[in-house]
């Protein structure tokens, strides 16, 4: 089965790239090192949004002598879903057999990778790595956002009556025969509302959703993008898919 691993990007430059540093610098080595010493035979696409600090720059280089990294610019901050929703149809359209949504900054653990695989090689369709269920976990992170993100999955997960424990995960892994029958193009919402939005429309088309416990750390270097709009926007979205249900 052929593999792709999709990162998108905004100035992710430090994480993209590994530095010339000693044993002891933690920066010595860039997520895409990482992605292809734990799945050598998988492709990655990263998809960058004109980052201003170059990272698009630094994949390039690296192209030039690795034949399983592709990219695709956009030419401004178009937001996650979208980036994804674009990465997903690069996918079906290139013939791979299941797809990754992963971020660049090391809050998704790298060794996790292959599990992942095992699960889709046994008949999963959408594999979640989870930090809600048994064995999974949340480093780092200050009270306030553990405690918020916490309850955002009881809120998600009752209001869309979805068993998923955790639907605001962003590490996944996709069957790729699930992306044209779940209608990408109506998918709007971005952030966690994009990945509540993407989980329900999987679990009701009947595919075969599978949770594997992942610990979750904050990112590594860099800044977040996380901002009130896409908090505002998976608090509303909930109710829509509540509607959703009912009317269905
Ligand atoms: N292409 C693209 N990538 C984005 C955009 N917003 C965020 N990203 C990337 O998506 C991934 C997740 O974004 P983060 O900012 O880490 O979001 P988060 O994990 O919820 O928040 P922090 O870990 O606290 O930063 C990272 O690799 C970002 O660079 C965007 O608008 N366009
Ligand atoms: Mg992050």
Redesign the pocket.
């Known amino acids: 089965m052929k593999g792709l691993v999709i ?6 430059r430090e994480n993209i790239a590994p530095r010339q540093g000693g044993k002891r610098d933690p920066l010595r080595y860039g997520i895409l090192d990482a992605v292809h010493h734990h799945l050598p035979q998988t492709d990655i696409l990263v ?3 004109s980052s201003p600090d170059g990272t698009a720059g630094l994949v390039k280089k690296r192209m030039r002598k690795d034949r399983r990294l592709h990219l695709i610019e ?1 030419e401004g ?4 879903g979208t ?1 994804y929703i674009r990465g997903f149809k690069w996918a079906l359209a290139h013939g791979y057999d299941y797809a990754f949504e992963m ?3 090391f ?1 998704h653990d790298p060794r996790d990778l292959p599990r992942f695989v095992r699960e889709i090689e046994q008949g999963a369709d959408l594999v979640i790595g989870s930090r809600y269920i048994e064995g999974g976990a949340v480093e780092d992170w200050p009270r306030k956002r553990k405690l918020l993100s916490y309850y955002a999955n009881i809120y998600a997960r009752f209001g869309t009556s979805t068993p998923i424990k955790d639907m605001t995960a ?1 590490y996944k892994c996709y069957r790729t025969e699930v992306f044209p029958r779940i209608r990408l193009e109506d998918i709007t919402t971005d ?1 966690y509302g994009f990945q509540i939005e993407i989980d329900y429309r999987v679990y009701r088309a009947g595919f075969k959703v599978v949770e594997i416990p992942i610990c979750f750390r ?2 590594r270097v860099g ?4 901002n009130k709009r896409i908090v505002w926007q998976a608090l509303f979205l909930v109710p829509k898919l509540w509607l959703w249900n009912l009317w269905r």
């Open positions: 990162i998108p990007t905004y100035n992710e998809v960058d949004d956009r901050k178009l937001g996650l980036a971020d660049a900054d809050s962003g952030g904050d990112r800044v977040s993008k996380l």
